[in-house]
Each structure stands twice: as structure tokens, then as C-alpha cells.
């Protein structure tokens, strides 16, 4: 009877698990499996394709404008994910401690940016960092400074884009790190209060330890998107000035749109699979994830 049952909740597992495998071949498995395939070839939309081997590859490693938009993509990231992080921690606290109602406010409007088209909010800080007359200009001038190209200067173009892709992923985040804070049981602040701590001793004992997983998500979903990222340079600056915004997205971008060099921006495609995966790898390393603790 055992068996019998086992075999029957086998079964049903694996049926209502199909449409899930099925959609995954079809979307995932198929093209990935037909990318590598494209990238041993001098691929052509228009005419026959030309086997070539691992010259593609070869062309991207020793081309100095990939590696440039991989350190782009990375320092990219690195000033949009902790800044993002941070910010969202902290306001998420704030969130939990507020009444009820309130909260439900701030909630729905600080995940209003997270629905916005990126091309939109690209559009937006382009005005507002316009020379003449934008916002950021007008701040700065009430404290006496000069106007600012900040999208045409090397110094400001990719801190300028930073800030919109931080005011986009700060909603979400920030509901994230409010849903991780919600899991904590109360009895452990409840028993760090009778031993006298604290809140930054909450904090860094409690609060953060029970947070590591949800850090772990954020961070490495955080550092894959933003490495990934290509709307908001695309747009503000087209990978200016002399490429100091060209994130490597863009960069395989800019190779597709010709079509001698489809095989060439499929293999870069290929090798940033692999420059996400090893950082992914790396984050994973540094902040082991842990159990969950049970409310």
C-alpha cells in the first residue's frame, strides 16, 4: 500500500510539474542550447553561416572594449546594490515601526518606481540633469556651485546614472528586506531587551544574522541585474563618454546590430553567463545562506 501511494504522489508530482519543464525547454533550454551553437559560427541573418570555432570567443577576450564594459558592469553594480541595500534596510525598519496604516501608504508608494519602464525613468533624470535648467543643477547652484554636464563628464556620467537605477530597484528591495524583518520572531528582541541591549546590538546580533538570506537573494539578484543593465545608459548617454557607461549588455548590443557580428555578440553573451555565474559563485562563498528559523 506504501508503494502504491508513493508511486501515485510520484506521478501527480510530476504532472503538475510538465507545464513548468515544458515552458523551461521551450524558453530556456532550446535557445540557450542553440546560442552556443550560433557562437562557433560567422553567423549571417542574410546569407549562408560560416563554421569559424572558437574564433568568436577569441575576438571578444581580446577585444579591449569588452573587458572595459565587464569593469563598467561591476563597478556599476557595486555603487547601485550596497547603496541600494542599505537604504532599504534602514527604511524598511522604519516601515515596521510605524502604525499600521500609515505603513500601508508608504508601502504602495515607494513601490511605484519598481513599475516604471526604465526608458521612462531614463527620460526623467535626463531632464533632471539637464545643463541648463535641470533640477540637479538648480540644487547645486543654491549652494554656489557651477552647472554641471553630469552625463557628458567621465568623473559624473556613471554615478548619475547609478542614482535612477537605485530610485528603481529601492521599492522593491525595500518590501523585500520589510517581509525578511516581519519573519524574526519578537521573542528574540523581546529577550535581548531583559538582557538590556540595545538597538544597535539588536541590530548586528539579531536583526542582520536573521537577515542573511534575504541579503544573500537581494544581493546576488541585485548584482546580476545590475551587471545586466543596459536601459538607463542606452538611453542617457548611449555608453558615453568615450565608453566609461557602456555596460556590457550594451556592448553586446551595439555588436548585434551589425549583422557580420552576431556570432561575436552571442559568444560575449555566452562569457557573461559566465562572469555572472562566478560572481553569483562568489557571493554565495562570502555569505553562506542558513536555515530559516521557525516563528
Not at 559560427?41 to 564594459?69: C, H, I, K, P
Not at 535641470?134 to 554615478?159: C, H, K, M, Q, S
Not at 538582557?195 to 536583526?207: D, R, S
Amino acid at each position: 500500500m506504501g508503494k502504491k501511494n508513493f508511486r501515485l504522489d510520484n506521478k501527480t508530482a510530476y504532472i503538475l510539474l510538465s507545464p513548468i519543464v515544458i515552458l523551461l525547454t521551450i524558453f530556456v533550454v532550446i535557445p540557450f542550447v542553440y546560442a552556443i551553437r550560433v557562437s562557433f559560427y560567422n553567423w549571417s541573418f542574410y546569407q549562408d553561416s560560416e563554421f569559424v570555432g572558437f574564433q568568436n570567443f577569441y575576438m571578444v577576450l581580446t577585444d579591449r572594449l569588452f573587458g572595459e564594459a565587464v569593469g563598467v558592469g561591476l563597478k556599476f553594480a557595486l555603487m547601485v546594490v550596497p547603496a541600494t541595500l542599505i537604504l532599504a534596510f534602514l527604511f524598511a525598519n522604519v516601515v515596521k515601526n510605524i502604525g499600521s496604516k500609515l505603513s500601508g501608504f508608504v508601502k504602495t508608494s515607494i513601490y511605484i518606481p519598481t513599475i516604471i519602464s526604465g526608458i521612462v525613468a531614463s527620460v526623467i533624470f535626463v531632464f533632471i540633469y539637464d545643463y541648463m535648467g535641470g533640477l540637479a543643477n538648480y540644487v547645486i547652484g543654491l549652494f554656489g556651485y557651477e552647472p554641471r554636464a553630469w552625463l557628458a563628464d567621465v568623473a559624473t556620467a556613471l554615478p548619475s546614472i547609478a542614482a535612477p537605477a537605485v530610485w528603481l530597484g529601492f521599492g522593491l528591495t525595500t518590501l523585500i528586506m520589510l517581509a525578511g524583518l516581519h519573519d524574526i520572531p519578537e521573542s528574540y528582541y523581546e529577550a535581548a531587551n531583559l538582557e538590556g541591549a540595545g538597538p544597535f546590538k539588536k541590530m548586528v546580533y539579531i536583526t542582520i544574522p536573521l537577515m542573511r538570506n534575504v541579503i544573500l537573494y537581494l544581493l546576488v539578484t541585485g548584482f546580476i541585474a545590475q551587471v545586466s543593465q543596459f536601459e538607463l545608459s542606452l538611453v542617457m548617454t548611449n555608453g558615453g563618454p568615450l565608453s566609461e557607461t557602456t555596460t556590457p549588455n550594451l556592448y553586446i548590443l551595439n555588436h548585434f546590430r551589425n549583422d557580420v557580428m552576431v556570432g561575436n555578440s552571442i559568444a560575449a553573451s555566452l562569457l557573461l553567463f559566465v562572469v555572472l555565474g562566478g560572481v553569483s559563485a562568489l557571493i554565495f562563498k562570502v555569505l553562506n545562506s542558513e536555515k530559516a528559523i521557525d516563528g
